[in-house]
Nanobody, 126 residues
Framework: QVQFVESGGGLVQAGGSLRLSCLAS????????MGWFSRAPGKEREFVAA????????YYADSVKGRFTISRDNAKNTLYLQMDSLKPEDTAVYYC???????????????????WGQGTQVTVSS
């Protein structure tokens, strides 16, 4: 079983930056695909970004390409999401997740992920 502790969320003005962290415990996640999802009020959970096991490949939703960067430090069992040029429409709860087995064409589906964090709130004011 894997547990996650997310941090780094908060309130920021439009154009600002935040860096989310997701620390895993219970077992190493170095062999898992990892991802970030968001859920805005009244909306379904949406894919944000994913990263391959050793970080060589990254995948992004079109809405965040060029603004967000996903990365991982397997030695620290930690996943990151650097969020730049934030917009009010980025306001949501952000969740990290781990996929023990997945293929590259299913990484954007939340059903591919077995373990989830509790979420961290990101609020972007205009």
């Amino acid at each position: 079983q894997v547990q996650f502790v997310e941090s780094g969320g908060g309130l920021v003005q439009a154009g600002g930056s935040l860096r989310l962290s997701c620390l895993a415990s219970g077992r190493t996640v170095s062999t898992y695909f990892m991802g970030w999802f968001s859920r805005a009020p009244g909306k379904e959970r949406e894919f944000v970004a994913a990263i391959s096991r050793i970080g060589g490949n990254t995948y992004y939703a079109d809405s965040v390409k060029g603004r967000f960067t996903i990365s991982r430090d397997n030695a620290k069992n930690t996943l990151y999401l650097q969020m730049d040029s934030l917009k009010p429409e980025d306001t949501a709860v952000y969740y990290c997740a781990a996929a023990p087995s997945a293929s590259y064409n299913t990484l954007s589906y939340h059903s591919s992920y077995a373990y989830w964090g509790q979420g961290t709130q990101v609020t972007v004011s205009s």
